[in-house]
């Protein structure tokens, strides 16, 4: 069927993937792509977790997408009601201890060998994903948690459709990344990069929805330290990739929460365009305690919609952590990606460093 | 279990020995004198400001109609549904959780009008200005305010106490009640909101107004290269002068409001409401038509990554708790003396003993005194969260914020970390805990 891969990864993560993959084949126009001082900077537009996805989902999702979310969970346990205290309450307490629960409701994993995602360890392994581009030892173990889920499906799971447009919608979560000693965009074999937070709305078209390059960004200077963040790169036939790296990361949801997302090993891989765009990869092993914590940040209403069961998913979370054991040996860190998408902005870094609280 | 209302009476008595005398007062919000109902007053609180209050001092407070996932709660214009039938089921306003769940100590628990009494009217009672009377379910005359039924809560015990409710957003309970106060005294253009310093000034579109060091009394010195970031409020071509606010001439027929002889700013570089980032640059201040007295010690200010937060001695982000039930009444549940296992079942997976190591209270040592009343210092039994008896074993000396318990967070261990804000239901604010924010740079920047 044409463009039958595309559908089953969805057009804008089948978009990323081919430019990445074709990426010698673009280039900047002339030699003089060194952006103005050296420096160019870009703002978050779009995000969501790499889930690889085909039509019907029976190729990955052999088993069919989960069905026991917390109102299915719900009426099979407590099918005669009962008490606030021993039902909903219950269920409450279990989102926050989960460790509690004694359930052991199926919860399909994701299977096949394809996933979104970068080689992490730089090791072939038996439990490697090949990307849907063709590149081996692909590590994205929270695919097999999420992949199946309805939750962090697209196009229309919670955390596919709200998670990403709140990206757009939220100042805390205007993530950039400015790059800095470069002296081209299209072969650099050093750069870096400084990851920062804007406090301004993206610039859009005409019609409000579609963000434009060049806007401009004011840097906060004051509330986003744990979010600042320097990495050493490169760029290598336009495409920018950087080591890996330490990273706490803004994705916070409705009501102003404060969710955030640590990576271990974090590394960028990301197409710059000629139009001012970068788009590509955010991989890294997310921290599984931060993980459960921030997706625990959507009220069990909005995890009803997408079938995700706290303690269920808790489990699968621990049981396929593969990176940065503790002294027991437990892992703490699954390995993942990000589809992220920036546009370039200017910065303006404003009033320097406040130091003292000033709050009235 | 101990009737709740029961221990709210209590509790109220043993805060009060903590206060101290109040400090003065610099200035108070002034409000538009309107008519009022015989026995009505209004009473300038520490937090709401302006508020109207029945005879004994009680604030007065609406219930407004609320949409809620599973359905709507609270009084229409022109009619109560808080009654004094006592409600026994859950109502499912909240998915995924059904209706029909038993609610907590039944034997115990009062009805809505037991909770918030109607602000009675006279059988004779005639309409004044915005006030109406309305006829309740049993017949009795009740108050109303723009149409909303009035009500007291038992939980206010003097005059000046707000308790039962609070306008300010990051505290108001999902679909409850809120206290009802007088139009405050600014011109148009101009809306004034309830912040953690006090009631902000901001212009219509809620957007912070400012005011200057360099200037002096009624007179602006803020020209030129200053104007392109600080925007004039500009006064109408009839607008008069009038009590604490002032026409500051900048040019001929270019006229500028002033409050309290300060002229005044919007700051071009705000790009979310009620926004204190104004107030960074050095000179420049937000404006208020009344604040509140300093923090008490040992509580200090911490910067964090959506603001600034309160926190205990040891730089710990403080946290209050939220929680009103799934009634159709939806009763508070998050004073001390209230069902406990709401809170329990966050904290401590309905263990106790997790919930006191999890969430700690704020213990205040035995000097601990607030010079407001806004902040406290109460004695609970610290495992039901309940108001301790005089000279009960084992109470605690904890730091209340409007009269209830406050909590730090053990998994906050980081310098600015308030990994604890919004845990609990629908991101805290249902039955869950919330950080003391002072200043949210993010919560209001939706685009």
Known sequence: MKHSFAKHVGWRAFTAAVTLAAAPAISFAGDGTAPADGRIAYVTTDMYWGVYQTADGKAECPDGLNKYGPREVFAKLYPKGGTEIDTHLAREALKYYPEDSKDNFPMPEARGPIAIGLNLDGKLGPNDFTSPTGEKGIDNALYRVIGCSPQFRGPEGQFRLFGNRLVRQLTYNRSMIELSGVDSLRNDDSVQVTILRGLDPLLTDAGGDKIMPGGTQRVDNRFSKRFYKQLKGRIVNGVLETEASDVTWPWAVFFGNTNEYRFRGMQFRLQLTEDGRAEGLMAGYADVDTFYRTVMGWSTHHLSYGQLDPSGFWRKLWQHADGYPDESGKMTAISSAVNIYMVQVYLDRGEPNIAVSQSR | ?447
């Open chain 2, 1 to 447: 279990m101990r009737n709740y209302i029961y221990s709210a009476f209590l509790g109220v008595a043993a805060a009060g020995h903590a206060f101290a005398a109040s400090a003065p007062v610099a200035a108070k919000e002034e409000y538009v004198r309107a008519p009022m109902p015989a026995g009505i007053q209004v009473i300038v609180t520490e937090l709401e400001g302006p508020v109207f209050a029945d005879a004994n001092g009680k604030t007065l407070y609406k219930w407004p109609y609320q949409s809620l996932r599973g359905g709507y709660v609270g009084d229409e214009k022109g009619r109560s549904t808080c009654t004094s039938k006592v409600t026994t089921t859950s109502e499912g306003l909240f998915s995924p959780y059904p209706p029909g769940l038993v609610l907590p100590h039944l034997d115990t628990r009062p009805s809505c009008a037991a909770m918030w009494p109607p602000v009675t009217a006279p059988e004779d009672a005639k309409p004044v200005d915005r006030w109406t009377v309305i006829t309740r379910p049993d017949g009795s005359k009740q108050w109303a305010y723009d149409g909303q039924a009035l009500y007291t809560s038992v939980l206010d015990r003097q005059p000046g106490d707000v308790l039962g409710g609070t306008n300010r957003d990051q505290l108001r309970q999902m679909a409850g009640r809120y206290p009802v106060g007088p139009q405050p005294k600014i011109p148009p253009g101009f809306s004034v909101v309830t912040t953690f310093n006090g009631r902000l000034l901001v212009n219509a579109d809620g957007y912070s107004v400012y005011a200057s060091d360099q200037d002096g009394p009624n007179k602006s010195n803020c020209r030129a290269t200053c104007e392109e970031t600080w925007k004039p409020m500009l006064a109408p071509a009839l607008a008069k002068s009038d009590g604490e606010w002032t026409i500051v001439e900048r040019a001929p027929g270019v006229r500028q409001w002033a409050f309290r002889k300060q002229p005044l700013y919007t700051y071009n570089r705000d790009t979310s409401l009620y926004s204190q980032q104004g107030s960074d640059v050095p000179g420049w201040h937000n404006v208020y038509t009344q604040q509140v007295g300093p923090l008490p010690k040992p509580f200090q200010l911490i910067d964090t990554q959506k603001g600034v937060a309160v926190a205990d001695a040891n730089g710990k982000a403080v946290y209050a708790y939220l929680c009103s039930d799934d009634s159709l009444d939806q009763l508070s549940c998050d004073y001390p003396g209230s069902p406990p296992e709401y809170r329990i079942a966050i904290c401590g997976g309905g263990d106790v003993d997790r919930c006191l190591k999890k969430w700690p209270y704020v213990v205040a040592d035995a000097n601990a005194r607030s010079d407001n009343r806004l902040w406290s210092v109460i004695e609970i039994e610290p495992r039901s969260g309940r108001l301790a008896t005089p000279g009960e074993a084992g109470a605690l000396r904890v730091w209340a914020y409007r009269g209830n318990p406050l909590y730090t967070y053990a998994d906050d261990v980081e310098p600015g970390d308030v990994r604890g804000d919004q845990v609990g239901e629908m991101y805290g604010q249902r039955n869950g805990f919330t950080v003391l924010w002072v200043r949210d740079d993010f919560s209001h920047s939706e685009t």
